[in-house]
């Protein structure tokens, strides 16, 4: 078990410290000169050297790397050329709006894959396979940010079913303390329905086509995995016992088909993390997509080489969690180096047949 | 003469249109031990999942009726199916590994067999019946939570046999129940399955392309070929003098490779595969 | 048969040991010993058996023999050449005069190729024999093995079970190999289809002067095959001997075992649940509640 972690979390510290410094290289590679942007045309040549001066930008890329890595592990993130303020502080400003927008997406892109797979295997039928089929391939290709301006443009501009992009809650009510970050949350806690209803429904469009692209990947690995384990013996020895094709169906097939489709989705929930960027433009969200959006734009090196780093944690860190839970999860998988197969104590030597081996013994 | 348990009569099954058991006649009698015996086409298994209307996708009986225990088979609803199938009727797979969830724990699946069926039934008393069911087989009750790919495949063999007779069924289907094991775990299962089925007072229904097994477990031996019955009758007769020649060749081809003196096997002739096809008695 | 004086094929010391694949990235699988120290020879002209259950390691000696896989330690020595030494070109040519025939016809041959393509193959590729020559003796090999000149154009899947291990065969016979190693070629054959098969086999060592190494994990098959036998138990041989005599007089226990075990497929002609079931010395205590004297199973009426 130590041997493994061990292993893994090497492996997650090069790739950070990899993504790291390509961003920071990029960052800087690219045509721009965030002195000139704060500054303006005419700032005069000394003027632009104190601004490098003072915000780090002098000196080889080498040096600026190392000062950045310096003063991250203490727990200085920088400050953003553009509003002044520290990093640390606007990502903690902005980051539960994210969370909250990308944790509803997932649990919605979940909770309908599955309901859509098992209602499309459990009883196959050509036309559903073929919907099934076109939503995933429509959901896959599909760009977010498109998606969101035609979802706002039929339940918005249109229709005047869904609120329109100003944020994550009706700027007309009264406002409530803040206390988890999360506005659903808080307006319950603060017992204001009103307040409640006005942010599920602001949620709902951008939540909605986040989600999309992960629920039509869901879908097709759920899918394929059901399909798989629906023709497997145990399937058919559970109604043998006297469960009905459906128990046997969630009771046994769903587990099995479910531990594959675990790993993608771990794969997946870090990608909606950074796929969440051009959605929150779009809506103007005011979580830290739209943060990175404008830093970007405005050559704000410090947020972005912040953004980065931190996408990078966090979908490592995805990864490694979801191989955990997949072996703890999986009885058939052992996190334990090496372990030769225990001699059975069967009641009879005799019955003390030779292991099944997967490999090619004979 | 014991009480006639199953009859299924004129039993036609085909696979989308196509006919794979011709025009069936079978009679099991309760607690009877009866050997359906084929080579692979010959129907046998499929005959036998059709008993637990457990046909593969495409298949369907078309014509006949099975009466089992007073009621018909055929057509009945999967509700009615799931009250008499782990109950009733019991099956024994031929891979017991592929038959269990490789998921969960021996001893949780035993106990959703009994669940089914006793559905107030509490933790302890589940408990006690799991354990009591997997010592029967000689599995020790330690070790209810161990995970099927944690055992051999005799012991997991052993398992499925534990699952089916936990509501002490009246007929075990058992489809080539030793194929999957290896030759010294083969003879324990089939002894250990023969001595609890006769505990329980079921019949059984053994699936084999293996003629000895048939031989020694069952008193009844029908043999099958090309979807229809050729032969059926009391095993010690069949076996010593059989009346189509299509079993006096399978017969034959077992024997002489024991006879030293022979050198090359005999084979089963065309015109022996058509007549059996025909649905003529050979000489 | 062969001039050859000493063995056609020498084992010395086998070692191979598997790691099962690991189901998580970082970690190794667990260790399997295979093959644990096997000597062996392989006299010319012989059919010599090799007999064990599942995880014996029987297949694993073919594989290694054959050089599909190499040996952790150890030698095979096949007409007086290390095998383990040979690569690339030489490799190939021993291939030639070593062949290997599978349990499974229907995964060892290519399900898209023509039965003429399929015993083709190994021709084209060897090239010893000039390309006019080449269709001949593909058919001529295909009808001692009982393929006539109809069945060419079929592909596997279109042969039934009897029909693809004819096939198999004839794609190794075509090279006109020494040796064939067959790993339980007749295992997943009906009785009838498998009778055939061993007689086809007989008649085919006769006519090319072959000698075989034959796996099989039933003793009935081992006996009246095969002339000398070679128990394998857990990477190692148990016991090895003249069938006859061993079958007769098994000295180990493990032999003893499997014989014992393997009295469950003899047909027997008495009443069942009596004394002498499965080789055991239990009297099955079973009430039979069968009928006594005609069974109630009725054979299919004569439906016209």
Not at chain 1, 106 to 113: E, K, L, P
Not at chain 3, 193 to 218: M, P, R
Not at chain 3, 273 to 301: C, K, V
């Amino acid at each position: 078990m130590t041997r493994f972690l061990l292993v893994r979390l090497g492996g997650a510290l090069l790739s950070i410290v990899a993504a790291s410094m390509l961003a920071f290289v990029l960052m800087r590679l690219v045509p721009g000169d965030p002195a000139r942007q704060v500054l303006g045309q005419f700032a005069t040549p000394d003027q632009l050297a104190a601004f490098r001066a003072d915000n780090g930008l002098d000196g080889s890329i080498v040096e600026q790397y190392g000062r950045f890595v310096g003063n991250f592990v203490q727990g200085d993130w920088g400050t953003s050329f553009a509003s002044g303020a520290p990093v640390r502080q606007l990502i903690g400003q902005r980051l539960p709006a994210t969370i909250e927008l990308v944790l509803v997406a997932f649990a919605g892109a979940v909770a309908s894959a599955l309901a859509l797979a098992l209602v499309s295997t459990y009883r196959p039928r050509a036309w559903l396979d073929r919907l099934v089929s076109g939503i995933a391939f429509v959901g896959m290709g599909t760009p977010p940010f498109w998606l969101g301006l035609l979802c706002l443009a039929v339940f918005f501009q249109q229709t005047h079913l869904l609120p329109g992009p100003d944020g994550r809650i009706s700027p007309d009510l009264a406002p409530f303390p803040d206390r988890t970050g999360f506005m659903t949350l808080d307006a319950l806690l603060a017992g204001r329905l009103d307040a409640f209803g006005s942010a599920v429904s602001h949620l709902l469009l951008p939540a909605f086509v986040l989600g999309f692209a992960m629920f039509a990947f869901l879908v097709r690995v759920l899918r394929a995995s059901l399909l798989e384990v629906a023709d497997e013996p145990f399937i058919a020895a559970a109604q043998c016992k006297g469960l009905s094709r459906w128990q046997a169906f969630t009771r046994h097939a769903l587990p099995n088909a479910a531990l594959p489709a675990l790993t993608a989705s771990g794969l997946v929930l870090g990608q909606l993390l950074t796929g969440s960027v051009l959605v929150e433009a779009v809506f103007d969200w005011p979580g830290i997509g739209g943060l990175v959006v404008h830093g970007i734009a405005n050559k704000d090196y410090t947020v972005v080489q912040i953004f980065v780093l931190l996408s990078a944690v966090l979908y490592v860190s995805v990864n490694l969690l979801v191989d955990l839970l997949a072996a703890a999860l999986d009885p058939r998988i052992s996190l334990h180096a090496g372990t030769r197969r225990r001699r059975r104590d069967a009641p009879r030597a005799a019955a003390a047949a030779p292991p099944t081996a997967r490999s090619e013994g004979a | 003469m014991s009480e006639q348990l199953l009859h299924a009569s004129g039993v036609t099954i085909a696979y989308g249109g196509v006919p794979v058991v011709h025009d069936v006649t079978l009679t099991l009698h309760a607690g009877e031990r009866v050997g359906l015996v084929g080579e692979t086409g010959s129907g046998k298994s499929t005959l036998a999942m059709s008993l637990l209307g457990m046909l593969a996708r495409g298949g369907e009986v078309v014509a006949g009726s099975i009466a089992f225990a007073g009621r018909e088979l055929i057509d009945l609803r999967e509700r009615d199916w799931c009250r008499i199938r782990g109950r009733e009727l019991a099956v024994v797979f031929q891979d017991a590994g592929a038959a269990l969830d490789p998921v969960k724990s021996i001893g949780w699946q035993v106990a959703e067999a009994i669940r089914v069926h006793e559905r107030d039934a509490s933790r302890a008393h589940l408990r006690l019946r799991v354990a009591a069911a997997l010592e029967q087989v000689g599995i020790p009750a330690a070790r209810a939570g161990a995970y099927p790919h944690e055992l051999s495949g005799g012991q997991r063999q052993r398992v499925a046999i534990a699952t089916a007779l936990v509501h002490r069924p009246r007929l075990v289907i058992a489809d080539e129940p030793t194929s999957a094991l290896d030759v010294t775990t083969q003879a324990q299962t089939l002894r250990l399955l023969d001595d609890l089925v006769a505990d329980v007072g079921a019949a059984l229904l053994m699936v084999s392309h293996d003629l000895g097994v048939v031989s020694q477990f069952c008193e009844t031996t029908v043999v099958m070929y090309a979807g229809r019955i050729v032969e059926a009758g009391p095993s010690p007769e069949l076996f010593a003098q059989p009346r189509h020649a299509y079993t006096s060749g399978l017969l034959r081809s077992v024997a002489a490779l024991s006879d030293p003196d022979c050198r090359r096997l005999p084979t089963i002739g065309e015109d022996v595969l058509a007549a059996a096809t025909a649905d003529r008695e050979a000489r | 048969m062969s001039g050859t004086a000493g063995p056609l094929l020498t084992v010395r010391g086998a070692v191979q040991t598997f790691y099962a694949r690991s189901r998580v990235r970082g970690m190794p699988g667990e260790e399997i010993r295979a093959l644990d120290g096997v000597d062996l020879d392989v006299v010319p002209g012989e059919r010599l058996g090799i007999v064990g259950e599942s995880g014996s390691g029987k297949s694993t000696l073919a594989r290694a023999v054959v050089g599909l896989r190499a040996l952790d330690a150890g030698r095979v020595e096949f007409e007086g050449t290390d095998v383990g030494a040979l690569h690339g070109a030489e490799l190939r040519r021993l291939r030639a005069r070593l062949q290997l025939v599978l349990q499974d016809p229907l995964a060892s041959l290519d399900p898209r190729m023509t039965v003429r393509r399929l015993v083709r193959e190994g021709l084209d590729v060897h090239a010893t024999t000039p390309p006019a020559e080449r269709a001949a003796l593909v058919e001529e090999t295909l009808a001692q093995c009982g393929i006539g000149p109809a069945l060419l154009e079929r592909t596997p899947a279109a042969l039934s079970g009897g029909q693809r291990q004819r096939v198999a065969l004839a794609r190794s016979l075509v090279l006109r190999p020494t040796l064939v190693l067959l790993d339980e070629p007749v295992s997943a054959l009906d009785v009838s289809v498998q009778a055939q098969i061993l007689n086809l086999l007989l008649d085919l060592q006769e006519l090319h002067g072959l000698t075989y190494l034959f796996i099989v994990h039933d003793l009935a098959v081992a006996r009246w095959f095969c002339d000398r036998i070679v128990v394998m138990h857990r990477g190692r041989i148990v016991e090895q001997g003249p069938s006859e005599q061993l079958f007769a007089d098994p000295r180990e226990p493990y032999t003893r075992e499997l014989l014992a075990a393997s009295a469950l497929h003899a047909v027997v002609r008495r009443r069942p649940g009596s004394a002498q079931a499965a080789g055991s010395s239990s009297a099955t205590a079973s009430t039979s509640t069968g009928p006594p004297n005609g069974s109630a199973a009725t054979p299919n009426a004569e439906r016209a």
